[in-house]
T-cell receptor, first 110, second 118 residues
């Protein structure tokens, strides 16, 4: 089983739609969780950290479910500019590097 | 602006030659940097952890003699792909953590380097 798993998609949604991605992780001792956005042929950019209590940044909401070992990202009122690949990343105990999921591709259509 | 700079952004080399990629932290000192590789439509896979002043720590399956890492200063790590083969063609990307006070352990990524071996 992969350490971090994501549905690769693609998710094709119309503008204005709400879309949610999930990401599961296998190491129950994982400490930190993040969502990154990666545009085609570019480096990943941090979208938001994921906190235990859940957190929101504008149209983006991240949730963490430790019991079921998954994190989620909700995007409301999708914009064309949201089209990208969304990577979840996990940092485990004693491991300084991030482990990434394979990414979920989102395509927002007019 | 970028706080981690990676160079070159694109490089084409012939099979059998070596290519060096540089990763610099611009606004902070990084005792540790990370090198990842990403194949098209795949995830970023950690290759190695670069440690300033000591040997790099390689992930399982990554050949240390093929992917030479040098972290000679607190702001520079280099990855050299030796005796490159077409299957080494990939997107190589570095990252560094800012451990400075108030930085919140933020991880920054370089812009990445596209390597094509012909």
């Amino acid at each position: 089983r992969k350490e971090v798993e994501q549905d690769p998609g693609p998710f094709n949604v119309p503008e204005g739609a709400t879309v949610a991605f999930n990401c599961t992780y296998s190491n129950s001792a994982s400490q930190s969780f993040f969502w990154y956005r990666q545009d085609c042929r570019k480096e990943p950019k941090l979208l938001m950290s994921v906190y235990s209590s859940g957190n929101e940044d504008g149209r983006f909401t991240a949730q963490l479910n430790r019991a079921s070992q998954y994190i989620s990202l909700l995007i409301r009122d999708s914009k064309l500019s949201d089209s990208a690949t969304y990577l979840c990343a996990v940092k485990g105990t004693g491991r300084r590097a991030l482990t990434f999921g394979s990414g979920t591709r989102l395509q927002v259509q007019p | 602006g970028a706080v981690v700079s990676q160079h070159p952004s694109r490089v084409i080399c012939k099979s059998g030659t070596s290519v060096k990629i540089e990763c610099r932290s611009l606004d902070f000192q990084a005792t540790t940097m990370f090198w990842y590789r990403q194949f098209p439509k795949k995830s970023l896979m950690l290759m190695a952890t670069s440690n300033e002043g000591s040997k790099a720590t390689y992930e399982q399956g990554v050949e240390k003699d093929k992917f030479l890492i040098n972290h000679a200063s607190l702001t520079l790590s280099t990855l050299t792909v030796t005796s490159a083969h077409p299957e080494d063609s990939s997107f190589y990307i570095c990252s560094a953590r800012d451990l400075g006070q108030g930085a919140g352990n933020t991880i920054y990524f370089g812009e990445g380097s596209w390597l094509t071996v012909v």
